[in-house]
């Protein structure tokens, strides 16, 4: 009797991502990586009838040109109960797309033939950032022009990755014109006058035209380049880009944004708002006024409900530094709260007044809720706090 066990595999184990610019690192063990998620490629993350199983993704770090290498100890029989081993190669294919290599004398030969000084976009933005006192990162900020067939066909390789470390990721239709790309280059002098680019992140905004809202919809960084402050100077120059001139956009919104990006959006709008007049002790600590809440959401394209998250941090910033008292910002933030909950708009007029007396019978209730919702607000600003010390 055969044991299953024996021939399924973690997925997110056995896969090994590696970044190289040069046919000489598919040899050494430098710049790999591991998936976070398979689920999209694999079902349940498990990948059936082989042992000891072995399968190596060989990224080119310019052209995002994926050579597949498969390896193994022991193969199911497909000739046992009706049961066939996992085509591996099939599982990949319709997400890595025309990024797929199965040759490695082509993918040696991409590797030795591209011209590594290309690039493209127009840059919004270039900048030196110190990494450690004794590593710095040149970068270009670069909107692209998805009618170049050429940067369409790097984009649709690249975003092959995504599918491995973004939960429900989607790739975008290069078709529809609404959609904005925006790239993280690296860049390195290899002569004096020869600068190497290397694409190492890029996000998607789309644009709807009638309700003048940005998007943004996939922000992403390689995993080599994570961890080092790029990703917060990236999503400035982005959110820098969408309120300027060059787009009629009334607000900025995000697609299903994890805890990682909403800490950096967070830290990219306070970074913007923590100088402005409205914000200081003194205007703050009795709440913002509506017209303020109007000049923030207007000037840096905020919602209203984002708007008001900058409002409670820096909120709680101030009582962290001792100059606000925090039991009466815990007061009033229990109290909005409770104002949002007792919002009886949203009911028909002949609900409203038993929705009125359902909530003041579990008052109680409530009360011990949003005490938690507090407790919980002040858990997840924790991250941003520190970064306002360092920053002051």
């Known amino acids: 009797m ?14 090994t991502i590696i970044f190289v610019k040069s046919p000489e690192d598919m040899d050494i063990k430098k710049e790999r990586c591991k998936p976070k998620m398979t689920h999209q490629i694999f079902q349940k993350e498990s990948i059936f009838g082989y042992n000891g ?16 290498e498969i390896s193994y100890l022991d193969k199911w029989d497909d000739t046992y109960w009706g049961l066939k081993a996992d085509n591996i190669i099939d599982c990949l294919s319709p997400w890595l797309r025309e990024a797929m290599i199965l040759n490695k004398a082509d993918f ?34 670069r909107i692209c022009d998805i009618k170049d067939k050429e940067f369409v066909k790097l984009h649709q390789r690249f975003e092959s990755l995504i599918i491995m470390y973004i939960d ?25 006058n020869v600068i190497r680019y290397t694409p190492i992140g890029f996000a998607t905004i789309y644009i709807f035209d009638t309700k003048k809202i940005g998007r943004i919809s996939q922000f992403f960084i390689t995993p080599l ?60 600590r009795g709440g913002l006024a509506s017209d303020a809440y109007k000049r923030i959401c207007s000037n840096f394209k905020l919602c209203k409900k984002q708007a008001k998250r900058i409002y409670e941090i820096l909120r709680a910033y101030y009582c962290d530094l001792g ?22 708009r949203i009911y028909p007029k002949r609900e409203r007044d038993y929705q009125l007396k359902l909530f003041e019978s579990n008052i109680a209730i409530q009360n011990a809720n949003l005490n938690k919702v507090f407790e919980n607000f002040m858990r997840s600003i924790q991250h941003i706090l520190l970064y306002l010390k360092t920053r002051i």
């Open 2 to 15: 055969c044991d299953m066990n024996y021939f399924t595999s973690d997925a997110n184990k056995i896969i």
């Open 168 to 192: 429900a990721a989607n790739f975008i239709d290069m078709t529809d014109n609404n959609w904005k790309v925006i790239y993280l280059y690296e860049k390195k002098f290899v002569k004096p």
């Open 53 to 68: 199983l072995k399968v190596k993704l060989f990224y080119s770090c310019y052209t995002y040109h994926c050579y597949v």
């Open 323 to 344: 100059i606000d008292d925090y039991e009466e910002f815990k007061s009033n933030f229990i109290k909005d709260r409770k104002i949002e909950i007792l919002d009886l």
């Open 225 to 284: 380049y994570q961890g080092q402050g790029l990703g917060f100077i990236f999503l400035r120059t982005i959110s820098q880009y969408l309120r300027s001139n060059a787009l009629d956009i009334k607000k900025i919104s995000v697609e299903s944004p994890n805890k990682l990006f909403t800490y950096l959006r967070d830290k990219v709008d306070v970074s913007n708002c923590l100088d402005l007049p409205v914000f200081t002790i003194n205007e703050i």
């Open 108 to 141: 040696i030969n991409i590797l030795k033939n591209y011209e590594r000084s290309l690039k493209y976009g127009v840059s919004l933005e270039e900048f030196d950032h110190l990494v450690l006192p004794d590593r710095n990162i040149l970068g270009s900020i």
